[in-house]
């Protein structure tokens, strides 16, 4: 285990988050949130029984899945000159993937098996119903990750996130956005699963490749899950994640405090990419200016000196502005 002396702070907050927790910018745990749930009680009596609970609600759905040899030790990453990955993306029945780990429960060496963020109420409609958090009416979306000892690299999600462990054991390392520049981010537009992850192998890290790690750890906070238990993890935070047991199963909640008009950042960054970076220093320094002026330092009085009516895409943004925009855009992009 990595050597981090910070634990994330644990809450006790009884049958339901606080609203203003759920507007929280740094992680916590509740212990017990979800010891109620049918499934989590099933999880806790065997992993058979857990593996017959989410077999109630199955439909001839299909999930895609990552299968890795047994040599990868769970770390779904990239293969040795990051030119692809170490495992393959399949899709399958979702009770095919079940009977495939439970053959693989029974091995000395397991390949690896990962079932991630699939929608519950496409893949096990139904299982909400009993098994589910009181989020104060937002509208997150609700995924289910299913599958054996596992390592997922640290990356960050722009939602908020609550984690939920139904079934096994969790370990989560986080870091605070600051990290970055300490973490050694891979590519930006080709990766494991959609968002940019640290290139360190936490389980034997390289300090001569990775030297500045070491001062990743200093700030990082770890949190050990059990069956019932819950991790909120702010937008943003990276998270490196470990699936301890045999057979294991998370059931997570994203959520943007956001409009829904909005577009990812991310978006922002690749045509930051592709407009800016090569800017000769002085100019960039300029755009810089123009970012902060506009986007990281807004302020109303500012624009004091246009009428109100004339600020067009300056003017605070809706769905109606927000389309005309993406569609100025789309033009301005496709010349």
Not at 134 to 158: K, M
Not at 176 to 195: H, M, R, S, V
């Amino acid at each position: 285990m990595l050597p981090i002396d910070k634990q994330v702070r644990e809450l006790a907050v009884g049958e339901r988050i606080p609203d203003e927790l759920l507007r929280a910018t740094t992680p916590y745990i509740v212990r017990g949130l979800a010891a109620h749930w049918p499934l989590v009680q099933a999880g806790r009596q065997s992993t058979d029984a857990a593996d017959a609970y989410l077999r109630r609600f199955y439909r001839d759905a299909t999930v895609n899945a990552m299968l890795g040899k047994p040599e990868i030790g769970g770390r779904f990453f990239y293969n040795e000159d990051l030119t692809g990955f170490n495992y393959m993306s399949v899709r399958a029945r979702l009770d095919g993937v079940l009977d495939e780990l439970k053959v693989q429960r029974g091995m000395e060496r397991p390949g690896a098996i990962y079932v991630g963020s699939t929608t519950i109420d496409t893949a096990l409609p139904g299982l909400r119903q009993d098994n589910d958090v009181d989020l104060g009416g937002r509208d997150a979306l609700a995924s289910i990750w299913i599958g054996n000892r596992t390592r997922i690299a640290a990356h960050y999600d722009l939602p908020d996130n609550l984690a939920v462990v139904a079934a096994g054991h969790r370990r989560f390392t986080l870091f605070p956005q600051a990290q970055l520049p300490n973490l050694y981010i891979g590519p930006i537009d080709f990766t494991p699963a959609g968002q940019a992850i640290s290139l360190v192998d936490f389980a034997a890290p390289d300090a001569a490749r990775f030297p500045r790690f070491e001062e990743a750890l200093r700030h990082a906070q770890v949190a050990e899950l059990g069956p019932g238990d819950a991790l909120f993890i702010p937008a943003m935070w990276w998270h490196h994640v470990e699936a301890l047991d045999r057979f294991n199963i998370l059931v997570n909640y994203w959520w943007r405090q956001s409009p829904d008009w909005m577009d990812t950042p991310t978006n922002a960054l690749m045509l930051a990419l592709l407009t800016m970076r090569e800017l000769p220093p002085e100019q960039r320094q300029a755009w810089q200016d123009i970012f902060r002026h506009y986007i990281f330092e807004p302020d109303e009085a500012k624009l004091a000196h246009i009428p109100p009516h004339a600020r067009y895409a300056l003017a605070p943004l809706d769905d109606d502005r927000a389309r005309i925009l993406r569609g100025q855009l789309l033009k301005r992009i496709n010349r």
